[in-house]
């Protein structure tokens, strides 16, 4: 198993630009989660989806999209990237309390 | 929302001393869990604890989830430099959700 898998591992965009962090999971999870990690604060939850077509806010959505049209499959969208967004993004899966992470996407935003 | 307070922010130790920290919470949760991260990698669950007072160990790490549900601790015996990292607590509120909070982390160097 793959675990929980996410590309691309570093991006730059600049201020304005849209793209879609990508996250996939082998584990067959129902919970599917984003987290944003930035220096000294933890790790903020963005959005999760407790099943495919099931999404919900977190702590801090503003400025991301999510869409869960199968198990597998919880990407990111950023529809028009800011500065503040500048962070490293995590995304994991599970099936009950015990979240799998995956490697993270470095994003800079210009 | 809840919020968790961890501590410490940071810690320097010798290699084979011992650590502690922990997680205080206002808000009562159902489940306590430590996570430990590597530079450049993305967490890594160490111990999961689903009831009050319940202690767990695994190797070195021995992690408590406090009576009240409000706190938890993780000690780490006879530091190695590997331990070197960030730990995390993270607290799961109930409900069927899984949502966790995540403390602010704990910075672990030791010194060889």
């Known amino acids: 198993n793959a675990g929980v898998t996410q590309t691309p591992k570093f991006q730059v965009l600049k201020t304005g630009q849209s793209m879609t962090l990508q996250c996939a999971q082998d584990?067959?999870?129902?919970?599917m989660s984003w987290y944003r990690q930035d220096p000294g604060m933890g790790l903020r939850l963005i959005h999760y989806?407790?099943?495919?077509?099931?999404?919900d806010q977190g702590e801090v959505p503003n400025g991301y999209n999510v869409s869960r049209s199968t198990t597998e499959d919880f990407p990111l969208r950023l529809l028009s990237a800011a500065p503040s967004q500048t962070s490293v993004y995590f995304c994991?899966?599970?099936?009950?309390?015990?979240?799998?992470f995956g490697p993270g996407t470095r994003l800079t935003v210009l | 929302g809840q919020q968790l307070n961890q501590s410490p922010q940071s810690m320097f130790i010798q290699e084979g001393e011992d650590v502690s920290m922990n997680c205080t919470s206002s808000?009562?949760?159902?489940?306590w869990l430590w996570y430990k991260q590597d530079p450049g990698e993305g967490p890594v669950l160490l111990i999961a604890?689903?009831?009050?007072?319940e202690l767990t160990s695994n190797g070195r790490l021995t992690a408590q989830f406090g009576i009240t549900r409000k706190d938890s601790f993780l000690n780490i015996s006879a530091s190695i430099p590997s331990d070197v990292g960030i730990y995390f607590c993270?607290?799961?509120?109930?409900?069927?959700?899984?949502?966790?909070?995540f403390g602010k982390g704990t910075l672990l160097t030791v010194n060889p």
């Open positions: 994991a899966s599970s099936e009950r309390d015990e979240q799998f």
């Open positions: 584990m067959n999870h129902e919970y």
């Open positions: 989806s407790v099943g495919a077509g099931i999404t």
């Open positions: 808000s009562i949760f159902n489940t």
């Open positions: 604890l689903y009831k009050a007072g």
């Open positions: 993270a607290g799961q509120g109930g409900g069927s959700n899984y949502k966790l909070t």
